[in-house]
């Protein structure tokens, strides 16, 4: 399984590429915004950083205009995958798109049909969002196992990429289902490495090598 950082502050990447598990990076416009800096700035430092599939987003709703500004993030360097909105618009940008040979990432994925659209125009990534479903009272990752189920029915090859992962219990349940990338924030990511025994453990173990060494 492919780990993502989902994030635009160049320093998170830095510090949890440092962990050797980041594969990649997500970035969207609120991301990017929060960042303060340009899109293009963020995405060729990040570029420089993880040598891996970086996504940026296109802004444009109409299909002429995401091919332009995807014709531009793509000069930016060759891990840049396109991310695109699961509109009309957006899967007619990912055909012409994947025509090309241009990776691409369908993102704001609610729904399996919706999933089984991107993969049809040859997407390289799906992005189901599983934590807003949740906070809407839904099952994300139940979207997870029914986009898994339809994809291996047809032998597709888009990549589900679970997306709006918000806590390790996303983790371990999209990797369960077999997702094969998870996107998370830094803290999430952070949060994987944690657990109160091997904290309790550790100290344990150093005070009795501290007690042998008397
Ligand atoms: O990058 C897309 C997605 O991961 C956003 O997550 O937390 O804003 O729902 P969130």
Not at 40 to 49: M, P, Q, S
Not at 58 to 63: E, N, S
Not at 102 to 118: E, P
Request: proline content about 3%; overall charge negative; hydrophobic content about 45%.
């Amino acid at each position: 399984m492919e780990f993502f950082i989902d994030t635009g502050i160049v320093d998170e990447i830095k510090a949890a590429a440092k962990w050797g598990i980041v594969d990649g990076v997500t970035t969207n416009p609120t991301l990017i915004a929060k960042s303060g800096r340009t899109q293009a700035d963020v995405i060729k430092e990040i570029c420089a950083i993880i040598d891996g599939p970086i996504s940026a987003e296109v802004i444009a709703t109409d299909t002429v205009g995401m091919l332009k500004e995807a014709r531009e993030l793509t000069k930016i360097h060759d891990n840049v995958v396109i991310k695109l909105p699961l509109t009309a618009d957006g899967i007619s940008a990912c055909h012409a798109l994947s025509s090309d040979g241009i990776k691409t990432n369908v993102t704001l994925c609610f729904s399996a049909n919706q999933a089984l659209l991107a993969a049809k125009v040859g997407a390289t990534y799906i992005s189901p969002f599983i934590g807003r479903l949740d906070d809407l009272g839904q099952d994300g990752c139940q979207l997870i196992e029914e986009i898994r189920t339809i994809y291996d029915n047809y032998g597709f090859t888009t990549k589900i990429l679970a997306a709006s992962i918000r806590h390790p219990m996303h983790v371990r349940d999209v990797a369960m289902i077999g997702a094969d990338v998870a996107t998370m924030p830094y803290k999430a990511m952070e949060q994987l490495f944690h657990h109160p025994l091997t904290d309790r453990g550790l100290e344990q173990f150093l005070a009795d090598h501290a007690k042998s060494q008397k």
